[in-house]
T-cell receptor
Framework: AQTVTQSQPEMSVQEAETVTLSCTYDTSESDYYLFWYKQPPSRQMILVIRQEAYKQQNATENRFSVNFQKAAKSFSLKISDSQLGDAAMYFCALYNFNKFYFGSGTKLNVKP | GAGVSQSPSNKVTEKGKDVELRCDPISGHTALYWYRQSLGQGLEFLIYFQGNSAPDKSGLPSDRFSAERTGGSVSTLTIQRTQQEDSAVYLC????????????FGAGSRLTVL
């Protein structure tokens, strides 16, 4: 069975500070992909970052980076220099065999 | 189209009525997914279409739920005899196809069953 767990229902960060969102997953497969999606109040899910499991190097997209620990099945998202526009629900997701498995989400608040 | 389009954006219905939710994926995307997002919850997989293959219906919660995809493009999710627990946001997403695993989501249809 494939599962994705986000243990932080809600987090807050001060504008310009750094925050890390946690995600753990479980899969018996060796070939898979991991994602972080952002869902602002508009409901439109937006891809933040993607990581291929076979790549050891952590993915980075501007202010967003991941810490991928394959052995520990951990995939955390770090947001640097937080901005008000980063406030949203963030979902961690696992993909293999044409299916996506999503965590329950973390609501990120950004304080001015 | 430029993005994934879903309609209606919001739907309020009475318990026991049937509803249809529509998804128009990105042109050329052969894979289409439906998810349900209940308040404060993650995304629950409902159904997956890939080209002309038989759909993966393993996530449909009951036989009141069905979906079809005509001509490999537009998809309709139908909920018969709606119940209050069906109230949720229904999200549609598409991707380029098998193995191409970046999903593009629509803005969702919020269903409220009174």
């Amino acid at each position: 069975a494939q599962t994705v767990t986000q243990s932080q229902p809600e987090m807050s960060v001060q504008e310009a500070e750094t925050v890390t969102l946690s995600c753990t997953y479980d899969t018996s497969e060796s070939d898979y992909y991991l994602f972080w999606y952002k869902q602002p109040p508009s409901r439109q899910m937006i891809l933040v970052i993607r990581q291929e499991a076979y790549k050891q190097q952590n993915a980075t997209e501007n202010r967003f980076s991941v810490n991928f620990q394959k052995a520990a099945k951990s995939f955390s998202l770090k947001i640097s220099d937080s901005q008000l526009g980063d406030a949203a629900m963030y979902f961690c997701a696992l993909y293999n065999f044409n299916k996506f498995y999503f965590g329950s989400g973390t609501k990120l608040n950004v304080k001015p | 189209g430029a993005g994934v389009s879903q309609s209606p954006s919001n739907k309020v219905t009475e318990k026991g009525k049937d509803v249809e939710l529509r998804c128009d994926p990105i042109s050329g995307h052969t894979a289409l997914y439906w998810y349900r997002q209940s308040l404060g919850q993650g995304l629950e997989f409902l159904i997956y279409f890939q080209g002309n293959s038989a759909p993966d219906k393993s996530g449909l919660p009951s036989d009141r739920f069905s979906a079809e995809r005509t001509g490999g493009s537009v998809s309709t999710l139908t909920i018969q005899r709606t119940q209050q627990e069906d109230s949720a946001v229904y999200l549609c997403a598409s991707s380029q196809g098998r193995g191409a695993n970046v999903l593009t989501f629509g803005a969702g249809s919020r269903l409220t069953v009174l």
